[in-house]
């Protein structure tokens, strides 16, 4: 495997574990990290052992007093600090995901802005973490406060690394908690830089950032002082977080998986549908997004006209590229693993009777033979029974359903184990709000697809993920209700 030639000033410069305020050697050594694009090594990052997340997590216990007892106007100023460094130096923190994922140069370009826009928002909220009082009549006074749970833990994905690290800081922090955040061991170099650039902005132990295998995050889920752990990540690993959990009966915060559906009926408009089809299963990222519509349901009465439009425009629109290149429009699968997972199930789809609209295989461009790289991919003829139809690929893998009645439609799109999103598309109002409260999901775009909105609720239900993000809600995911009672004395003569 060869190294690859990165521009001077992209990477970090520390390459250990950042906690308590300093830098320190990981107690597991260093790992090679790779460009997927290339599969060549891009450096060496650091591997946390429990050791290192016991020394971690004492560091942000022992910061936790003093950052709790901070006035919130005063957090809040920190987390806008935190937030105008990230817009600063939005450019070379994408590259850097760039070249550690796989996703192009010019998609990441926004994950530092939104992840700015994250602790600006929760930076307006952190005066809002409001009790109430109750009335109990003569006698009595009672209230509420909502307190801070402590050290938090959070893993992130590898599919935004710096996006998902830097805005799940700012709920907890902002409700006045300390955090301990792990990079996905795919892709951990925004992660360093990221506690390079924001590290010295919080008093020390506030903010602690490690990198490390399932040893490390098994780690910070058992240790005792971890008050809440929290994941980005699959299903399987979502449920070994939460059994390590339940050790400590410690309360979890999950967003996972999901086999989202996007449902067109025959009055939507059908330009807007294609686009909304194509962006919807996120290609620009092959795929590897929870929330992409990886299940289009069309009518009888346009699925053909759709299919045929889908598939003419699809490999126009996203052709596998190299993930620097500012022209690129998608970019390769993060490792040679998840690579192997999608020429998997494009095997059992073909073999379970599915029938291969567009794409199903790697690039012919010789520049791309040695990355992750996979082609937007199509079937059509799909049939709920089928594992494709079933199960989560994370990669750039869409299926296509014919339907025509409404029952059996719903029957359908609800009857796998996930819930995150979905999309309706119809021009008729009682339609669409009859279709979305039928779709058991967390998250419905009507006439949309992918976007996210701040302050709107984000999360699944069923194996989809426990809680929600991006709102308010998260902000109190990260508190505990405190009643008070004050029982008067009696009145003085």
Known sequence: MQTCDIPDGTLPTRRGLYYGGAWHEPGAGHADTINPARNEVIASAPVANAADVDAAVLAAHRAFPDWAATPPATRARYLRRAAAVLREHAMPLAL??????????????????????????????????????????????????????????????????????????????????????????????????????????????????????????????????VRKITLIGGVPTGKAVMKTASDHLKPVLLELGGKNALIAYPDADLERLVDGIIGGMNFTWSGQSCGSTSRVFLHESIHDRVLDQVARLLP????????????????????????????????????????????????????LQNGFFYEATVFADMQPHMRLAREEVFGPVMSVFKWSDEQTLFEQVNGVDFGL?????????????RAARRMQTGYVWINNSSQHFMGAPFGGVKHSGIGREECFAELLEFTYCKNVNLKFGPVAA
């Not at 850097?96 to 992840?115: E, I, M």
Request: with cysteine; proline share 8%; net charge negative.
């Open 421 to 433: 999103t979905g999309s309706i598309w119809t021009r008729d109002l009682d339609t669409a709000h």
């Open 96 to 225: 850097l995901d760039a070249l550690n994922n796989g996703n192009p140069v010019s998609a990441l370009a926004n994950d530092a802005d939104f992840a700015a826009d994250c602790l600006e928002y929760f930076a307006g909220l952190a005066t809002e973490i409001k009790g109430e009082t109750i009335p109990m009549g003569d006698g009595n006074f009672n209230y509420t406060i909502q307190e801070p749970l402590g050290v938090i833990a959070r893993i992130v994905a590898y599919n935004h690394p710096l996006m998902f690290a830097a805005a799940r800081l700012a709920a907890p922090l902002a409700a006045g908690n300390t955090v301990v955040i792990k990079a996905p061991d795919q892709a951990p170099l925004s992660i360093l830089k990221l506690a390079e650039l924001v590290g010295p902005i919080f008093p020390p132990g506030v903010v602690n950032f490690l990198c490390g295998t399932a040893e490390c995050g098994s780690a910070m889920g058992r240790h005792p002082l």
């Open 316 to 367: 126009q629109r996203h052709r596998p590229g190299m993930p620097t290149d500012p022209a690129t429009t998608m970019g390769s699968l993060v490792s040679r693993a998840q690579l192997e997972k999608v020429e998997h199930y494009v095997r059992i789809g073909l073999e379970d009777g599915g029938r291969l609209v567009c794409g199903g295989r790697r690039p012919a461009d010789r520049a």
